[in-house]
């Protein structure tokens, strides 16, 4: 009853999450439209959130000793590297191609899972990757735009392997007795990603002033500084928290397939706030998401027979490691044994 309940808070926390990240493409294209540059909003989004957070990353301040790998590689892969090479991705090919090759990230997160730490993938998981992937095609209408170039595919590729590390990094030591609070990951994570994308964006040739007038949604003017906190507050605070956490109660790979609806979110948000339609093939491709997350946060892995030889150290020796078996309808927590940052 346990384990029931505590899969279903992850998954209430994983749709949560996945409702929050869908949400800031509503929020950012209308400052975009202002006048504001892609990347100065992904600035924007970011060092805000670094700065709501910066009370909780005193408060885990000893994280930076106990974890500085794990911290250092959330900010990079998680926060500004997915970031930055989406929106890279953005300016040599067509949103809904870079959104979908993005949204690769759950199938190579059970590539990952499988190969690299070598703990077992159910069938049903692979089988609900399978179904939301080809659900976004649909989505985003990947048939529309086949005009790209290779760098732009290359780019998109590479914010997926970010997404990867996302969710890896974020189930990093869950199991674990002195398990790094997910809070502080998350707020070391941001301060390391604005620093890096403060690089990047160069926000000092900023227009700020755009902040302080409206932006068009749908037909109706919102004010600027309005939609920022939106981004800031609900689309990056609280989609990381409640991500990072869901993650923890779930696994990779049933988190990550869950947040495929990301797309279907922001499609529908479209649909309603910005008066951008949804065709039949998207809502069917919504249905397929839907059909595919399902399948995949169902599936209970085999619990493992007996002692399972795991690496130890980075000689490549093994040792013999007691694997707990986990309990039979919890699909997250495969084995407590989990590679060091």
């Not at 930076?64 to 959330?74: E, K, M, Q, S």
Request: aromatic share 6%; charged share 10%; hydrophobic share 55%.
């Amino acid at each position: 009853m346990h384990a029931s309940q505590g899969r279903n808070v992850g998954l209430a926390l994983a749709l949560g999450s996945a409702f929050a990240f869908g949400g800031s493409g509503v929020a950012a294209k209308p400052l975009i439209e202002a006048g504001l540059d892609p990347l100065h909003v992904v600035w924007l989004r970011v060092a805000g959130a670094a700065l709501v957070m910066l009370p909780v990353a005193w408060r885990h301040r000893a994280l930076v000793r106990r974890r500085p790998a794990l911290l250092a590689g959330f900010g990079l892969l998680a926060v500004a590297g997915v970031q930055a090479f989406y929106f890279a991705a953005l300016s040599r090919i067509p949103v809904g191609v870079a959104l979908l090759i993005e949204y690769l990230a759950p199938a190579l997160v059970l590539l990952w899972v499988r190969f690299v730490q070598r703990r077992p993938v159910t069938r049903a998981a692979a089988v609900g990757v399978v179904l939301a992937v080809g659900g976004l095609a649909c989505v985003v209408e990947v048939w529309a735009g086949l005009g790209f170039d290779p760098l732009g595919v290359l780019l998109a590729l590479c914010a997926a392997c970010c997404q990867v590390g996302y969710f890896v990094l974020s189930d990093q030591g869950g199991d674990a007795e002195d398990a790094p609070d997910p809070m502080g990951v998350i707020a070391y994570g941001l301060l390391v990603g604005a620093l890096v994308l403060t690089v990047v964006a160069r926000p000092w040739g900023m227009d700020f002033s755009l902040l302080a007038g409206s932006a068009d949604l749908g037909g109706t003017p919102v004010a600027a500084w309005l939609l920022l906190g939106w981004i800031v507050l609900i689309a990056t605070v609280l989609a990381y928290v409640t991500g990072v956490v869901s993650v923890r109660k779930l696994s990779p790979q049933v988190a990550g397939v869950v947040a495929c609806l990301e797309a279907v979110i922001a499609t529908g948000l479209a649909w309603v706030l910005l008066r951008e339609h949804l065709s039949a093939p998207q809502i069917l491709g919504g249905a397929v998401v839907l059909v595919g997350a399902f399948i995949a946060q169902s599936s209970t892995p085999k619990a493992p027979s007996g002692p399972i030889p795991v690496a130890a150290g980075g000689a490549g020796g093994t040792e013999e490691a007691s694997v707990t078996e986990p309990e039979p309808d919890d699909p997250g927590r495969l084995s407590p044994v989990r590679p060091a940052p």
